[in-house]
């Protein structure tokens, strides 16, 4: 409803003002003449004819507000309008994603009014799960619906030649909130899987209303990646790698659902990063053990995936693989040139990765080394006792030799 | 609504263009002032004189002063613009991603603040 009040006011303030008017008028009438037929047309409509008003009174002290009543009431007739049903409804919640998502608005706010626009989280909510504080954040949003105001971005569903760039903003922007979700950047908890969860439930609604290959395969992806969330941790909340984890509490319903997925958006054959990605996330999650799965084609998925992403982040998870593949050696050279090129020195899992190589060649010194560099950029707690653990492992009975 | 595309090349670069070079560019851009007139969207637009042209003018307590060259020295100089009339910013994106120097410079799109 606030998505479709948008799109006939132009402008979110505004239509957040309907509502609640709308509510209060519903309050007033309902109990005196009965339900209406169709409530929500009802009160989208009423919504409208209250900002038409607000508007109107508003006009004796701003010639410019008269003109944009009239504009509005002459636009939209909304007897057609609202009862264009359930199909109307969806269009308006796609517009407003892709609104939501416009490039022109910085990342950080296209991430903050999706959760508040499209998924109706509150704004302390949203603060809590990216760790900012709210009246940050509230400026966030605030700049960024002055920005959809004053530069007139527009509640529409981008055009065929536009789509695919645009689609890729929307699912940018689900796929952060999923990764935020899925390994929290800070915090106590290794996971928010409330932020997984609304992830999950933008891309169901994403392919619901445009399924294209890459939405397919990102929520392929996302779920796959969640049904292993019980596996991840610990009953006391430390991490447990993929090949330690207790494939029992994989999740083997949203991995059917999943595997589903990437088949349809592989048969599509306009693959991209997010079906790619999936695809990999489905041949471990078909895999009975570590040791049985199929790192040959993980690795060969892995060098597609860097052909179109060559990023240093997609070489790091492919080193991953090559290791499993050609052994742990292999690994350390790719790592170590990534390194030695000044990429990724500040991510920690580029330093873990080294950590592991080395560990798993019996360079031990060089384990400790990388695994201490892990350890200072790393702001979450669970990854933080995770390394400590390898380092006393390490450090053993030998310890005094170090 | 009115939209002003600013366009931003590397004047360097674009003045050691050869003479054939200079001359398809500007066919280019014809053809692209062509191309926004039948469309309606054209409301104006000039090139500028290189920065080396330019002059800055302050007043402060009242007392002027004059510069030479622009505000401020970056890589990419404002070289000319555009002022469109466009339905909304995707429209007006979309015919600022047509301006010849969106492939090699810049084109900031700026909303004209109706007073």
């Known amino acids: 409803m606030l998505a479709t009040l948008i799109r006939l006011l132009g402008d979110f303030d505004r239509a957040e003002e309907a509502m609640s008017d709308a509510y209060a008028a519903a309050l007033d009438v309902w109990p005196r003449d009965g339900l209406p037929d169709n409530a929500r047309a009802w009160l989208v409509s009423t919504g409208r004819f209250k900002a038409i008003d607000r508007l109107r009174r508003s006009a004796r002290f701003d010639a410019a507000l008269a003109g944009l009543a009239e504009q509005i009431e002459a636009s939209e007739p909304p007897a057609a309008d609202v009862s264009e049903g359930v199909d109307g409804v969806e269009d308006d919640r796609l517009r407003l994603i892709f609104t939501c998502c416009h490039p022109a608005l910085s990342p950080d706010a296209r991430i903050a009014l999706t959760l508040r626009e499209v998924c109706g989280l509150e704004t302390e909510q949203i603060a809590r799960a990216f760790l900012t504080a709210p009246p940050t954040l509230a400026q966030r949003i605030v700049r960024a619906k002055g920005k959809i105001r004053d530069a007139r971005i527009p509640y529409q569903v981008p055009d065929r030649a536009e789509l695919p760039d645009r689609l890729d903003a929307v699912l940018h922007v689900v796929y952060l909130v999923f990764n935020e979700g899925y390994s929290a950047s800070g915090g106590d908890a290794l996971t928010r899987p409330d932020l997984s969860g609304e992830a999950i439930r933008l891309g169901r609604l994403l392919i619901e209303l445009l399924p294209e290959p890459e939405a397919l395969g990102l929520l392929a992806l996302m779920l796959l990646h969640d049904a292993r969330r019980a596996a991840r941790t610990s009953p006391d909340g430390e991490i447990v790698l993929l090949d330690a984890q207790d494939r029992s509490l994989w999740d083997r319903e949203q991995i059917a659902e999943g595997l589903g997925l990437v088949r349809r958006a592989l048969l599509l054959r306009r693959h991209g990063r997010y079906s790619l990605q999936a695809a990999i996330a489905a041949v471990h999650a078909e895999a009975l053990d570590s040791q049985s799965t199929d790192w040959p084609q993980i690795a060969g998925l892995y060098d597609v995936l860097f052909e179109i992403d060559p990023s240093p982040i997609v070489e790091l998870n492919r080193a991953v693989a090559v290791a499993m593949r050609d052994g742990p050696q292999a690994g350390l050279d790719i790592v170590t040139a990534i390194l030695e090129r000044g990429d990724l020195t500040d991510y920690h899992f580029a330093h873990s990765a080294k950590a592991d190589f080395c560990r798993r060649l019996g360079l031990k010194s060089e384990a400790i080394a990388a695994y201490r560099r892990a350890l200072a950029l790393t702001n979450q707690a669970p990854e933080h006792r995770f390394i400590e653990r390898r380092l006393a492992e390490l450090r053993g009975p030998d310890a005094l030799v170090q | ?115």
């Open chain 2, 1 to 115: 609504m009115q939209y002003l595309c600013l366009i931003y090349t590397d004047e360097s670069a674009d003045a050691r263009m050869t003479r054939e070079e200079g001359q398809a560019v500007m066919g280019e851009y014809f053809a692209f002032t062509e191309g926004i007139k039948k469309s309606g969207h054209y409301v104006g637009g000039n090139p500028l004189q290189p920065t080396k042209t330019a002059s800055t003018v302050r007043v402060r307590q009242g007392k002027m002063s004059t510069t030479d060259g622009p505000f401020a020295e970056t890589k990419e100089q404002l070289g000319g613009y555009y002022l469109i009339e466009a339905k909304d910013l995707n429209d007006a994106i979309q015919v600022a991603s047509k301006i010849p120097a969106a492939r090699s410079g810049s084109v900031e799109v700026r909303p004209i603040m109706k007073m």
